[in-house]
């Protein structure tokens, strides 16, 4: 049987599909970092104009699709189907920003992983054959976050060192069948890895060892090695998780030469106090949109590799004691279509 799959996890689009365009919405602590000038919009103040926060990430979404759409030159009713949730109970914040959209909609949760679980599923249907367009799209927002995950902001709880700061941010990104591109290439698909860690303000230790297993899988797949990519960027595990990675591939006796993570780039911790560096959806989502994918546009990046992390946990969950599964899905990019061994 003729099959795309390589290996267990991986995929290899035999049409890859091109990159057609992104959008990217930020916050005022996202404007002020050193990836600042790179985003399509960044808010006065984090409210966007709207009467709760919640309404706010469901307005950052609106808007990151729209630029994504306006660089693809198309309309809304020209997508096939968009792939997208956020962190919100029932991804409340997805569902508002797409109901005047008349979109078929597939919802999705992958925690902080959602932005790589959704591009990874959009190559799939436009690999496929099942669409023309197709949309990946997610968002996190500290205020709305932080009143569903933890202490109400106006406690003002202390966090502890390997805590992250939510992102305040959007992005979307258009698939398509042909275009100038960039392309994606190869997806592979994560493991629910759980090594009993249960502090939920240290979430970067929770997700490094799934970032780290699904990292071996699209190696030992593909046959490339990690010098291949001009860079390899999760998202968002922050400093510690970060070193976490390292670790585990430096006891391999592999070097990850050009490796970085979404939390670690978003902000600067000598100006800004974010602990451990970033987290939520919305962080990853915006890195790709807003630095990333405008990098291999300009030529300044020939193949990407880009990891989204998300620990799939709840409140209710962490308050019964349970630990803390993480989970990781890659997605390999090429800048030209001809070039994916």
């Known amino acids: 049987m003729n099959t795309k799959k390589r290996g267990r996890q991986t995929v290899r689009f035999a049409t890859p ?12 602590m996202e404007r002020a970092g050193p990836l600042g000038p790179c985003f399509d919009l960044a808010g006065e103040d984090d409210t966007f104009g709207q009467p709760s926060w919640e309404k706010a990430e469901t307005a950052m979404q609106k808007q990151a699709l729209t630029f994504a759409l306006d660089r693809a030159g198309i309309q809304g009713e020209q ?23 008349s ?60 805590a992250q700061w939510t992102a305040t941010g959007a992005g979307a990104v258009i698939l398509a069948q042909g275009g100038p591109g960039p392309y994606i290439t190869h997806a ?14 240290n979430m970067g230790a929770a997700m490094a060892p799934a970032a780290y297993a699904t990292l071996r899988a699209h190696f030992e797949e593909t046959g490339r090695g990690p010098e291949f990519y001009d860079a390899i960027v999760t998202g968002d595990l922050g400093s510690l998780g970060k070193e976490i990675v390292l670790d585990f591939f430096r006891q391999d006796g592999v070097a ?7 939390g670690v ?11 451990a560096g970033g987290s939520g959806c919305g962080c990853s989502a915006v890195v790709l949109t807003g630095y990333l994918l405008g990098k291999m546009r300009r030529g300044e990046c020939r193949h990407l590799l880009f990891c989204g992390t998300g620990a799939l946990h709840s409140p209710t969950a962490t308050m ?18 001809g070039d994916t061994p």
């Open 17 to 28: 599909p091109s990159i057609a365009g992104f959008g990217s919405t930020v916050g005022r």
């Open 79 to 101: 997508l096939d189907y968009v792939f997208a949730g956020d962190l919100l109970n029932q991804c409340i914040a997805t569902a508002y920003s797409l109901r005047d959209w």
């Open 103 to 162: 979109i078929p909609f597939f919802g999705l949760y992958g925690a902080c992983s959602t932005m790589a679980e959704g591009l990874s599923l959009a190559a799939m249907v436009i690999d496929g054959g099942f669409a023309a367009y197709a949309a990946a799209m997610t968002s996190s927002h500290f205020c709305s976050a932080e009143r569903q995950y933890r202490s109400p902001l106006e406690y003002g709880g202390q966090k502890p060192p390997t």
């Open 188 to 201: 592979t698909t994560g493991k629910v890895v759980d090594k009993g860690i249960t502090d939920a303000s």
């Open 256 to 262: 990850l030469p050009h490796y970085d993570d979404c």
């Open 265 to 275: 780039l978003l902000f600067d911790p000598a100006r800004q106090d974010v602990h």
């Open 320 to 337: 019964q004691g349970e630990s803390i599964p993480g989970i990781c899905h890659a997605v390999a990019i090429a800048a030209e279509k």
